[in-house]
């Protein structure tokens, strides 16, 4: 990809798999009706957007979740499991297309995460591949829940390129969701919708002329 120096890596359903349909089946077995309004790939309640920003702490949004279900008697483990079922995992050689990418580009994260999510996915990494962080993979990873910011805000894209020195001109965005493309390109960053699965992200990029 010509003037290609930068690359700003989405996380879920890019390097890492993740499902709404089955986060979806979990929300609606603690109770919660008109799932698609509360929980979905392209919008969701408000409670998300502020877990996401850090705006409420997990135990808020465990009792945002009671509310919704209607049911105050549920536990924070019950909770979190089904919250978490949106995560799937991710495959070495995506790691080891990180470290090829980092060698040819500068290379960051940017995730709209959560404090819950993190903690499993920590512990995922620790357990399945010994690794304590993604450190190694990228210059720097960017999680929204830190950051006090998400995706498609123009402001998170702001903060990493003046961050890091990054001219929009000479980076490239890639992500899972089409909202998020768009608050990317408002700032004049290069952008590739991820339309395969983490599995084939080597053969995405090489077909999109990044490898």
């Known amino acids: 990809m010509q003037n290609i120096k ?28 008109d799932i698609e309004n509360f929980f979905a790939h392209k919008g969701h309640n408000q409670i998300f957007d502020d877990f996401e920003t850090g705006a409420i702490s997990p135990a808020e949004f465990r009792e945002g979740i009671r509310k919704a279900a209607e049911k105050p008697d549920l536990t924070d483990a ?11 995992g991710t495959h070495q050689q995506n790691h080891n297309l990180l470290l090829a990418v980092k060698e040819k580009y500068r290379t960051f994260l940017l995730s709209n995460n959560n404090e819950i999510h993190y ?15 993604y450190d190694d993979y990228f210059e720097k990873a ?36 089409p909202q998020h493309i768009e608050g990317a390109k408002k700032v004049g960053l290069n952008t590739l919708l991820m339309t395969e699965k983490p599995a084939q992200l080597e053969s995405f990029l090489k077909a999109n002329g990044v490898l």
């Not at 798999?17 to 979990?26: E, K, P, W």
């Not at 920590?122 to 399945?128: A, E, G, P, Q, R």
């Not at 903060?159 to 990054?166: F, G, I, R, S, T």
């Open 6 to 33: 930068n690359i700003i890596f989405d996380y879920g359903n890019v390097i890492f798999d993740i499902d709404f349909r089955i986060a979806q089946a979990s929300f609606k077995k603690l109770g919660i009706t």
């Open 142 to 177: 960017y999680f929204s829940q830190q950051m006090k910011l998400r995706k498609p805000n123009i402001n998170i894209f702001e903060q990493v390129l003046k961050e890091n020195n990054l001219n929009p001109a000479e980076t490239l965005f890639i992500d899972d969701s």
């Open 78 to 88: 019950q909770i979190d499991e089904a919250w978490n079922s949106l995560l799937i």
């Open 119 to 133: 903690e499993w996915i920590i512990n995922y990494l620790k357990t399945t591949f010994e690794l304590n962080n």
